[in-house]
């Protein structure tokens, strides 16, 4: 009996563990992703998303900042791909435009973004941005600036939670 108890466990942690190899559950804490994605909102991450490929335009990831949670940790953000390395980023009249071309972004909370200036996204790195401007705080800001792609820990690619509003991204 023991033994076959025994075998089950580690069969289960086994896959438990290749699963998680994989992807991450992770729960949205703030509103800067609003109205895509709300407080409480439960995603999975695929931790695997940019091993072999960069992230494209429009992607939605989670990356470690050098800001600090509430255990003095490096605190996880979850924003949009809007540079990718070698862009010039620049926000006037409450429009984005990426490489002098306007950028639509039907997706934003409000329908503008706050702020102006340029940014040239080096290489190896991306400028994000959540989709509620107002309150986001990204890479317009020193205190994020552009993400490393080392920093990316992976891609959204599903809600789970709230159920009534499961979605892939």
Not at 22 to 46: A, E, G, W
Request: aromatic residues 10%; hydrophobic residues 35%; without cysteine.
């Amino acid at each position: 009996m023991l033994p076959a108890l025994l075998k089950d466990l580690v069969i289960a942690m086994v896959i438990a563990g290749a699963v998680l190899y994989f992807i991450r559950p992770t729960i949205v804490k703030q509103t800067s992703m609003q109205s895509t994605m709300n407080p409480n909102d439960y995603l999975i991450m695929y931790r695997q998303a940019y091993r072999s490929k960069a992230p494209k335009r429009g992607d939605i990831i989670i990356f470690k900042s050098d800001l600090p949670d509430e255990e003095g940790k490096d605190k996880l953000l979850i924003k949009r791909v809007i540079g990718l390395p070698g862009d010039e980023i620049q926000i006037k009249n409450q429009k984005v435009y990426i490489n002098g071309k306007k950028y639509k972004e039907n997706y934003l909370k409000d329908g503008y973004t706050t702020g102006e200036g340029t940014w040239n996204v080096p290489e190896g790195h991306y400028f994000v941005m959540g989709d509620n401007r107002v309150v986001s705080v990204d890479s317009r800001y020193t205190d994020v600036g552009y993400v490393d792609k080392d920093q990316i820990q992976g891609k959204a690619v599903l809600r789970l939670f709230p159920f009534n509003k499961i979605k892939t991204f």
